[in-house]
């Protein structure tokens, strides 16, 4: 593995801001009646009808009503993601990724702690609907791989490439099983029981014996 830098992200478009804002707007209608009126209850037009877009609009960002909630689930880990690759170089890979949970699941405003909320109550919803789990499933499963290449950067060209995954994996999971157990209980969005606790318990028990090393500078 190298520890080079990537090329910097191109900034988006217009139309590629647009385009992301009409997704994140039909993907929050979604999760609204998923939560309000459960999967029974939603339906692909009923999503549109909320997000004030016409049903052509709704099938051509997504496939399903379960697929349009994909953005809404993601945005948290982009989030992590982003937090992660910003550490300064020299932190350990543990420290680093246990400092990244927590900032990315402790809600620093209304708006964040509404999103952690949106998750819970899809996460409710997906006990009765196999589409809708499936879905959390692909995009923990997406965020897995594109964090493997984080840490891959972090960690060096030293770093043994099975540990670097096994990391990402554990990560990963620790992160959603802390979302799906806060999801069946009535604990808050911050303070003990939060998904913030729950997921660092869950990462230092995942992680244990899992030695990456150091972050190093990119050369």
Not at 29 to 55: C, M, Q
Not at 56 to 63: G, I, S
Not at 104 to 110: I, N, Q
Not at 118 to 130: H, I, K, N, V, Y
């Amino acid at each position: 593995m190298t520890n080079r830098p990537g090329p910097a992200p191109a900034t988006p478009s217009l139309t590629q801001r647009r385009k992301a804002a009409t997704q994140l707007d039909i993907a929050r209608a979604a999760a609204e009646l998923f939560t309000e009126v459960g999967p029974d209850g939603t339906t692909a037009e009923s999503v549109a009808l909320r997000a004030g877009v016409a049903l052509r609009t709704f099938y051509r960002y997504f496939r399903s009503k379960q697929d349009a909630v994909a953005p809404l689930l993601a945005g948290g880990a982009d989030r992590w993601r982003a937090s992660l690759a910003a550490t300064g170089p020299g932190t350990p890979l543990k420290e680093a990724l246990e400092g990244s949970v927590a900032a990315s699941l402790t809600p620093v405003d209304e708006t964040a702690a509404e999103g952690l909320r949106w998750t819970r109550g899809l996460l409710r919803a997906s006990a009765e609907d196999p589409a809708l789990r499936a879905v959390w499933y692909r995009v923990n499963q997406e965020s897995e791989e594109r964090l493997r290449e984080v840490l891959a950067g972090l960690a060096g060209p030293a770093a043994d490439p099975l540990e670097v995954r096994l990391a990402a994996a554990a990560a990963t999971d620790a992160i959603r099983i802390a979302l799906e157990g806060w999801a069946e209980s009535d604990a808050p969005v911050d303070g003990p029981g939060s998904p913030a606790a729950l997921a660092l318990r869950c990462l230092r028990a995942l992680l244990d014996g899992v030695a990456l090393g150091n972050a190093e500078p990119a050369s």
